[in-house]
């Protein structure tokens, strides 16, 4: 059954709805929603309404096109902005975000190679049907960017040329943007990590030729968007880059020594996999 419209919704007019700037509640972030699916931008707007009292909807938009048109209008902080659109899609939107400085928060469905670059840039989204914590949990992220002023214009625009390249060339994740602790990004090649190491919620990142950076991030996330024919977690709290692998031997259990001179374990529940993953790394580099 298809859905009400929401009471501020034209489904006649192809202008965007704008809300009344004045608000009765105290609300810390202006927001726009911009999703050409009716259920998908009333859910969303229900949610807010619910459970992120320091959101206020600014307005609504169906389209690229209209969504251009209340970040003329309005002072926005956050954009909800859904990828696959017809006609112009999500990241066309991109350059006006950043004419407005208001964070980006992608809302999608998409494939799974998009949502891996997305994460890989360091950028928020939110996969559909939404979950409740995580919108919470990416709302106040989104407040303490803006309140602290702690992700510069130049920041952002280098985490959404990452995706953009990224998605483009639809290639293996190649790059990683890594929140750097000081309100910045520091963006890598793959090809520059040896090996990373898990420290709690934090992740330990040891480059080629450069310092070390932590991130708070858990390393399941970074294993999932590394190429894994390049990479291999071989231990619960360690994943290496295998262009950094020196040898390995069973002597007192299997055990790695990486170019760098470091000896990781590797666990035998990792064993068989480590195994045909060096296997395959060796046969693909004969073959090149």
């Given amino acids: 059954m298809e859905p009400?419209?929401?009471p501020f919704e034209n489904k006649d007019s192809s202008i965007p709805v704008f809300f009344d700037k004045f608000s009765t509640c105290?609300?810390?972030l202006n927001a726009i929603i911009?999703?050409?699916?009716?259920?998908?931008?009333?859910?969303?707007?229900?949610?807010?309404?619910e459970n992120c009292e320091n959101v206020h909807i600014s307005g609504i938009a169906k389209s690229v096109q209209e969504a251009r048109i209340l970040l003329s209008e309005n002072q926005i902080d956050l954009i909800f902005l859904d990828i696959a659109m017809p006609g112009e899609n999500g990241f066309e939107l991109i350059p006006n975000a950043h004419l407005s400085n208001?964070?980006?928060v992608f809302t999608t469905a998409y494939d799974q190679y998009a949502l891996?670059?997305?994460?890989?840039?360091?950028l928020d989204y939110l996969l559909k049907p939404i979950d409740i914590d995580e919108l919470k949990e990416t709302v106040l992220k989104a407040v303490k960017q803006v309140s602290l002023n702690k992700l510069s214009q130049k920041h952002k625009t280098e985490?959404?040329?990452l995706l953009a390249s990224t998605l483009a060339d639809r290639s293996e994740i190649r790059k990683l943007s890594l929140p750097n602790g000081q309100?910045?990004?520091t963006i890598i090649d793959s090809s520059e990590i040896i090996n990373i190491v898990a420290d709690s919620n934090y992740s330990i990142f040891y480059l080629a030729g450069k310092e070390k950076i932590t991130v708070s991030k858990v390393l399941k996330d970074y294993e999932e968007i590394l190429p894994d024919d390049q990479f291999v977690r071989i231990h619960k709290s360690s994943i290496i880059n295998l262009d950094y692998l020196k040898e390995y031997n069973s002597k007192n259990g299997l055990e790695v020594t990486l170019k760098n001179g470091v000896k990781i374990a590797v666990s035998r529940r990792r064993a068989s996999e480590f195994a045909e993953k060096v296997k395959s790394y060796t046969n693909l580099k004969s073959d090149k």
């Fill in 34 to 49: 911009v999703d050409d699916e009716e259920f998908a931008r009333s859910s969303l707007y229900f949610l807010l309404q």
């Fill in 116 to 122: 891996k670059a997305i994460k890989a840039s360091a």
């Fill in 4 to 6: 009400k419209p929401l």
């Fill in 26 to 28: 105290m609300l810390t």
């Fill in 159 to 161: 985490q959404l040329n």
């Fill in 102 to 104: 208001a964070q980006v």
């Fill in 183 to 185: 309100g910045g990004y």
